[in-house]
């Protein structure tokens, strides 16, 4: 058989599929390589390049001897020169500083014209220059063509064969495409033969960060030929599953590892594309196959990524050492790194660590750095600036808690942030997505992760001169102390497992870890244990993320769900929503489709049995607190001499004369009572017109906040069903009051009450301002009631429970506090109620519910060994004989930790999640509540030390 290829041309394409086998060996992923580096020019872009020469010779578009004038960052344009050589066509390239020099020289030695553009935009980067260049070189030289890589619809069609090749190679299409972003071209291509054969194939798009491509903020990228400094003209969105961002540090990260694991070359592209699987990992069900474009060789980088002293200069050797070899290394701290140098860690990189990083960009800037400042971020994952919580690549329909206008990640405060548009979300969606937003609506957590995640990086890219900025992905786990000047060391766990020492000694460390996620109880682990050895079962003690973690519940199984509160939501909307069904609007209410591929039933219980109240949108004048203000209870504490606050005496009491107040202040006003509330000085006054009103209206039932709080906690129900039937009208009747809001809903006005007095009752809180027994009571019974009637889910959320409810897959028959028991003879777990005598058996037990605050109880090393060390103790709320421990660590009024002789320790703070218990409510996005960070940050920029005296 005759092999001999006709021309160099005939090579292009038909490029190798290998499988990957080291490089993410401990994911349960089956991982293929598509070699684009094996095209004769070594790249990918010969296929377009091919395609759109023949097509513009075929068409008369370009005439022979014409010259051809492109834009490229160097593998368009080695794909243009091959072809042009080969038709003896002439080629002007127009290129920029960040051109390689190994791609420079191929470019002269095919006879081709560079054209360089040295002046970059704002943000550093230079394809606007460089398309203008094009533009002028086209008026100035006769017979001449501009491909135009950059909207030519034969770039995605000559990708059509590319994705043809990968599915051709493979016994099935693959489960998902990873492709990086520059024209948009191949990914689109792609997507578009998808469609056409009706794949499943889902698409992913490796982003550069700091491209423009899906709306984020532009900003100067590094590696040539990854992301774009504008819109592309070839994308339609639509057609994207999924978009991940990879920084500069993450593409050299994953160069490496393709490297040193599979012993491929690859380029910058390449190494963003295996970043991207590390990233979208938790998003992608066990045993998928993935396709990875892996677009030219790593040949034309040796000056740059596979550079030490380039590495060095870019990132900082020790930074890279996570991201290159996926585990910390020792390596040498730089002569010049003197006593002079200040380095700053922030442990956390989520909501409340960006906050922190943001205050001290913002002190380092409004006064003079007179010598060099370090801040090394460290995150558990690389969603630096969202953290867990909204981490950007989770399912669209988990919703936000707050409303869009409640969302704002800037502090209004001298001094001003760095960056020059602090935008609100509201301002961000309009201006960066082209959105209508109603300030009202909820957003998803993806998209206020997406937020996040852009303004931490515009904090970055917008550091003050003096301050440089380091970001590390991995798990602290330890702080050692170094020395007797305060100074402390790291230990960092990778995402592989390798425990090192980081070779950095740091002068000040901020605690902002986040959620915790506690060890198994005893109880939990024989669930475990009984789930591991009955088949067709299983046991989910967390169920974030939600894909991977609720991925092994079966289609057609009945499940038990731990919890009713907004965990519970995401629960079930994974196991609904997130396996293919979908909501249909039938006048004021949502009707259930089934996708088959869901549970058959889901028993959900908890103590009360109750869901919680929706949350309807906030008004914008809300009707303020007439008695729970911090100048009365400023008053009471006068009175009291020091003591501390009674919650059942003191505080109680006030909160239901203002849920009576908010719910009587709506009712009077619907049946046209002469006297408004508002107007009232006292609440016997009050009292005396709900007296008034009801003798009026005797048939009218009158509003007890007690029982609002624990409403329908004892009923004698003779059936479960009717239970069941009972928390359907329940949610039917507070989802319209929800829905009325709070200036026209008597009860939604009831359910705002909380949400209004949180911040001064935080106040009363704080640092154990009740007495022990009664914080007790607050953090182990009353906080749950007043959050499921305050900080209820959404709208639309609650809508489709209800919507499942009516579809018979959320079943409340057992919801109030049944005991849960397993069962050998049938394999199952059971939920039995003793009231009731009646039980139900289920294949599934998940663990619906968000681990409070606990040292003790964390899975997380850091703050058992913070303990050992001495470096931190537990919060005690003592008084008159009562200790009462929340489990959080004990921290001064200014946030610093407090060590064990019972010293603060000026050189760690702490703020967010790991105050809860000496502070109250960290959950919020809010920049105002429980905020340590301020002064921090203007205390560590006054400790700034001052540069050392030369000696004569």
């Known amino acids: 058989m005759n092999t001999i290829n006709e021309g160099i041309l005939s090579t292009i394409g038909r490029t190798p599929l290998i499988e990957l086998k080291k490089v993410c060996a401990d994911f349960p992923l089956r991982l293929y390589a598509k070699l684009e580096m094996f095209n004769p020019g070594g790249s990918i ?37 091959q072809l042009c050589r080969y038709y003896d066509l002439n080629l002007v390239v127009v290129v920029d500083p960040k051109i390689n020099r190994h791609t420079l020289n191929i470019l002269k030695a095919f006879g081709v014209r560079i054209e360089k553009v040295e002046t970059p935009d704002e943000h550093g980067n230079y394809l606007s220059g460089r398309l203008q260049r094009v533009q002028d070189l086209l008026d100035m030289i006769p017979n001449s063509y501009w491909p135009n890589q950059y909207a030519n619809k034969a770039n995605p069609h000559a990708h059509h064969q590319t994705m043809a090749e990968i599915v051709e190679s493979m016994d099935n299409p693959p489960d998902y495409l990873f492709a990086s972003t520059s024209t948009c071209g191949t990914i689109m291509g792609c997507a578009e033969y998808v469609r056409s054969q009706n794949l499943h194939t889902k698409m992913v798009a490796v982003d550069a960060l700091g491209s423009v491509i899906f709306g984020s903020s532009a900003a100067e990228r590094l590696v040539p030929g990854h992301g774009a400094g504008r819109s592309s003209k070839l994308l339609n969105k639509d057609f994207i599953d999924h978009v991940v961002h990879i920084n500069d540090k993450e593409c050299v990260g994953g160069c490496h590892r393709l490297l040193n694991k599979e012993a491929i070359l690859a380029g910058g592209s390449s190494g963003a594309v295996i ?115 909204y981490q950007p690549n989770q399912p669209e329909y988990l ?301 009218i039932q009158r509003f007890d906040p007690v029982l609002f709080l624990s409403h329908l906690d004892g009923p004698d129900f003779l059936h479960a069903d009717s239970f069941h039937a009972k928390i359907k009208e329940y949610l039917e009747f507070f989802l319209a009051e929800a829905k009325k809001g709070e200036l026209h809903s008597p009860w939604a006005a009831a359910s705002a009450v909380w949400r209004k007095a949180t911040p001064v009752f935080g106040d009363l809180y704080a640092f154990g301002g009740l007495e022990p027994e009664s914080q007790a009571y607050v953090d182990s019974r009353f906080r749950r009631l007043l959050n499921r009637v305050t900080f209820g889910p959404p709208i ?92 959080c660590a004990a921290i001064s009024r200014e946030g610093f930790t407090v060590d064990e002789s019972g010293n603060p320790n000026p050189s760690i703070a702490c703020t967010g999640t790991p105050t809860e218990g000496v502070t109250f409510d960290n959950d919020a996005l809010s920049r105002n509540r429980n905020n340590f960070v301020s002064d921090w940050a203007a205390m560590v920029r006054k400790s700034h030390r001052v540069p050392s005296p030369i000696k004569s």
């Open 45 to 81: 872009k010969d296929r377009p390049a091919s395609r759109i020469i023949l097509d513009a010779l075929e068409n008369g578009d370009l005439k022979p001897g014409a010259t051809v004038i492109e834009s490229s960052s160097g593998n368009m344009a080695i794909g243009l020169a």
């Open 399 to 699: 919703l936000m808690n707050n409303p869009i206008g409640d969302v704002n990640m800037w502090i209004d405060e001298q001094p001003r942030p760095v960056v020059p548009e602090p935008l609100s979300l509201t301002e961000w969606l309009q201006k960066k997505k082209n959105r209508t937003v109603i300030e009202k609506e909820y957003a998803s957590r993806a998209l206020v992760g997406e937020y996040l995640e852009d303004g931490f990086n515009a904090i970055a890219n917008h550091l003050p001169e003096g301050v440089r900025g380091s970001y590390f992905q991995g798990e602290v786990i330890d702080l050692e102390k170094e020395n007797e000047d305060e100074c402390y060391s790291i230990h960092v766990k990778t995402a592989r497992g390798d425990v090192q020492k980081m070779p950095h000694q740091y002068d000040q460390v901020l605690l902002a870890t986040g959620h915790p996620k506690n060890k198994l109880t005893e109880e939990e682990k024989e669930y475990q244990q009984f789930a591991q050895q009955n088949e067709g079962t299983g046991f989910v003690p967390f169920i974030y993320p939600v894909n991977s973690e609720l991925q092994e519940v079966a289609a057609g199984s009945s499940v038990a769900v731990k919890g009713i509160g907004l965990t519970f939501v995401d629960a079930v909307l994974a196991l609904t929503e997130g396996r293919g069904g979908t909501f249909e609007r039938e006048g004021d209410s949502l009707k259930y489709v089934s996708s088959g591929k869901e549970p058959k039933v889901m028993y959900p219980f908890s103590r009360s049995g109750l869901p919680m109240i929706p949350r309807g949108p906030a008004p914008q004048n809300p009707t303020p607190l007439k008695f729970f203000t911090k100048k009365a209870f400023s008053r009471l504490k006068a009175d009291l001499h020091g003591a501390k606050l009674d919650f059942k005496a003191h505080i109680l009491p006030v909160l239901y004369q203002e849920m009576n107040v908010a719910f009587y202040d709506v009712q009077l006003k619907k049946y046209e009572y002469k006297v408004d509330l508002q107007d009232c000085e006292t609440y016997a006054e009050i009292e005396h017109h709900i007296e008034r009103f009801h003798q009026q209206h005797p048939d």
């Open 275 to 389: 970043a991207a699987v590390e990233k979208l990992r938790s998003q992608i069900p066990d045993g998928s196959s993935c396709a990875l474009i892996l677009p030219d060789n790593g040949e034309r980088y040796l000056d740059t990524i596979y550079n030490d002293e380039w590495i060095k200069a870019h990132f900082e050797k020790s930074e890279c050492s996570i991201a290159v070899k996926g585990r910390a290394q020792e390596v040498e701290v730089d002569a010049e790194e003197s006593d002079d140098l200040q380095k700053i860690a922030i442990i956390g990189g989520g909501p409340k660590g960006m906050y922190g990083f943001e205050r001290l960009a913002a002190q380092f800037k409004a006064h003079l750095v007179e010598h060099k400042v370090e801040i090394h971020v460290y995150n558990k994952t690389a969603h630096f600036g969202a953290g867990d919580i």
């Open 796 to 887: 639309e959320s609650s809508e489709k429970i209800l919507a499942l409810i009516k579809a018979g897959m959320l079943n409340f028959r057992m919801a109030q506090n049944p005991s849960l028991q397993t069962s050998e003879d049938d394999h199952t777990f059971v939920l039995y109620s003793e009231d009731l005598d009646e039980s139900v058996a289920t294949n599934y037990l998940i663990d619906a519910r968000i681990a409070n605050v606990s040292i003790d109880e964390n899975q997380s090393l850091l703050y058992k060994n913070l303990q050992q060390r001495g470096l931190i103790t537990l919060f005690k709320n003592e008084a008159q004989n009562h200790v009462y421990q929340p489990g």
